[in-house]
């Protein structure tokens, strides 16, 4: 079993940063890739940002230029950071870790962008 848990999500005016953590403990070994998923209101989970062991990494297209996904792998660490949030960034956003077998999640952190 692998638990995640995550930090950092809050309210921001458009325009501004934040940035959000992702802790990983238990079966951390059989970890290929995380990242972070959101649920925008009324809308279906998407995936925002994944990166892999060897650092590749992937994003929307919603979010490319503007957030940046980044991983310490000696802590089991995973960051986003996201900068020139719009409100349309608003949502719950979700750390993941994936294995050959299975998806774990954590429990999600809200983000709210309003002026």
């Known amino acids: 079993q692998v638990q995640l848990v995550e930090s950092g999500g809050g309210l921001v005016q458009p325009g501004g940063s934040l940035r959000l953590s992702c802790a990983a403990s238990?079966?951390?070994?059989?970890?290929?890739?995380m990242g972070w998923y959101r649920q925008r209101p009324g809308k279906q989970r998407e995936l925002v940002a994944s990166?892999?062991?060897?650092?590749?990494?992937n994003y929307a297209d919603s979010v490319k230029g503007r957030f940046t996904i980044s991983r310490d792998n000696a802590k089991n660490l995973v960051f986003l950071q996201m900068d020139a949030l719009k409100p349309e960034d608003t949502a719950v956003f979700y750390c993941?870790?994936?294995?050959?077998?299975?998806?774990?999640w954590g429990q999600g952190t809200q983000v709210t962008v309003s002026s």
């Open positions: 993941y870790a994936q294995n050959v077998v299975n998806w774990y």
């Open positions: 238990g079966s951390i070994f059989s970890i290929y890739a």
């Open positions: 990166i892999t062991n060897s650092g590749h990494t």
